[in-house]
């Protein structure tokens, strides 16, 4: 009896010690494969983001396949070097080049079923659109697909929480650092040119043209950039993208008219120069009317220091060459 309880013993002990090498064994081989799980720990997933309706959102795995809602979104995706994921995208977007090649899910309207067909692991949608597709977004959470509603951006500052927002959500948070200091940089770098301003000029910035005339007011990132290059606001005592009474703003007399809408419209300089009432604005006698590229001003994306810059060129050319 008593070898026979040696024997049970022994055996159970040469047991564990099998289950133990085996288990360490294993072990080894999931550390030395760097396995799933351990390479999204890496890439911070899983996730949880709050987005623009301040409701989390939790992210388990890196996004492989993307919708953007809206095109500023789609640029920033690509600027954080991840628009290879980019699966579709809205009637509207035409930057970069390949952005526009991918599949379209819709325009003002946009199509939830094709959405869903596309199989995206994430939908990048937009506070300034969110309320009118409520129920197309709730119909792609409730198939299972995560949705962040990216905030409506309105300055500087929100374009940057933009890009975190972006970054967050598809495990690009250094870039996203990265693209976020290098805008600072350019705008930096404007700043110090335009202290040469001697004289500052009134800029009016039409951003639609007639028959409603609309512009951008303070609390835009436009009137940032206008601030920035040393530059005053005609229109600054409106609040946000506002619409001109033309009596008014012909009796501001501004300096200098920039339009930017020429990227959509034909000859828009010579529109505001023709217009009836307007030729005795200093902008128009001067002929100091310019159209900037509307994407690059108007777009909350990481293209707008490239937009402030274009601006600054339009109305001091002496100065920023």
Known sequence: MKKLNVLLLIMMAVALVLAGCKGAQSGKEEDAG???????????????VKDALD???????????IISLIPSNTEIVYALDHGEAITGVTDFDNYPEEAAKKEKIGGMEINIEKMISLKPDLVLAHESTA??????????????????????????????ESIRMIGSSIGEPEKADKLIEDMKNQFADLKKQAEAVKEQKTVFVE??????????????????MLSL?????????????AKVDQEAMVERDPDVIITTYGYYTEKPTEQVLSRKGWNQVKAVKDKQ?????????????????????????AIYPDIFK
């Not at 760097?34 to 949880?48: C, I, R, T, Y």
């Not at 290059?229 to 993208?241: H, L, V």
């Not at 310019?290 to 060129?313: I, N």
Request: no cysteine.
């Open 34 to 48: 760097g396995g799933k799980a351990s390479l999204e720990e890496k890439a911070g997933f899983p996730v949880k």
């Open 55 to 65: 409701k989390e959102v939790a992210i388990e795995e890196k996004p492989g396949r």
């Open 131 to 160: 309320d009118s597709v409520k129920a197309g977004l709730q119909q792609l959470e409730d198939a299972g697909i995560d949705v962040v509603v990216v905030n409506d951006a309105q300055s500087f500052d929100e374009v940057y």
């Open 207 to 224: 951003v639609a043209p007639e028959p409603e005339i609309y512009t951008a007011g303070k609390h835009t990132f436009i009137d940032d």
């Open 229 to 241: 290059i040393g530059a005053r606001n005609a229109a600054s005592d409106m609040e946000g993208w």
């Open 289 to 313: 009317v310019h159209d900037v590229h509307s994407d690059l001003v108007t777009r909350s994306g990481p293209r707008l220091a490239e937009g402030a810059e274009e601006l600054a060129k």
